[in-house]
T-cell receptor
């Protein structure tokens, strides 16, 4: 049982390049999330999807777009990467119907130069 | 003001000792509370949920004080393997959107 799988694990981008972070979960969860983690800031919610077909902005959505491709997959796209987007990105999923445990992927370490 | 605030530490704890730390939250309508553990450069994992009456899980005890809007975590008989960052997590929506604190680092020394 893989849980939540993120790809890639590491990425270096040049300023202005675009890329998509992929996330898939095999736990049949309805809710999926994208967080970024910066030193001293904790995890900040970028976007979330409460169910297939819906997405909503979180705390720091600027510069990102998301797609809930199906129940399993939730991707995060950087259209024009900036150095301020250098961070560790985590995808997570949880069951719907009230606050429950969130399961995280292993993270993507992104550096924008 | 951050919605969830934690003392970043580090809390340096001798092996076998007890350590406790708090987390404060700003939204009085917060509904659920958790402690997550994060090892260096790894993903966060649920340590325990925090219930209104307080709860224990082995050497770990969590407390919730709604009146003062804080939760606490106490670790007894600390082990070297307890060295990690402990994230305070608060759910402010009914469907479970989670707000994370920046974490409290605990370092257990021999």
């Amino acid at each position: 049982n893989a849980g939540v799988t993120q790809t890639p694990k590491f990425q270096v981008l040049k300023t202005g390049q675009s890329m998509t972070l992929q996330c898939a979960q095999d736990m049949n969860h309805n809710s999926m999330y994208w967080y970024r983690q910066d030193p001293g800031m904790g995890l900040r919610l970028i976007y979330y999807s409460a169910s297939e077909g819906t997405t909503d902005k979180g705390e720091v959505p600027n510069g990102y777009n998301v797609s809930r491709l199906n129940k399993r997959e939730f991707s995060l796209r950087l259209e024009s990467a900036a150095p301020s987007q250098t961070s560790v990105y985590f995808c997570a999923s949880s069951e719907v119907g009230g606050p429950t445990e969130a399961f995280f992927g292993q993270g993507t370490r992104l550096t924008v130069v | 003001r951050k919605e969830v605030e934690q003392d970043p530490g580090p809390f340096n704890v001798p092996e076998g000792a007890t350590v406790a730390f708090n987390c404060t939250y700003s939204n009085s309508a917060s509904q659920s509370f958790f402690w997550y553990r994060q090892d260096c450069r790894k993903e966060p994992k649920l340590l325990m949920s925090v219930y209104s009456s307080g709860n224990e899980d082995g050497r770990f005890t969590a407390q919730l004080n709604r009146a003062s809007q804080y939760i606490s975590l106490l670790i007894r008989d600390s082990k070297l393997s307890d060295s990690a960052t402990y994230l305070c997590v608060v759910a402010t929506d009914s469907w479970g959107k989670l707000q994370f604190g920046a974490g409290t680092q605990v370092v257990v020394t021999p």
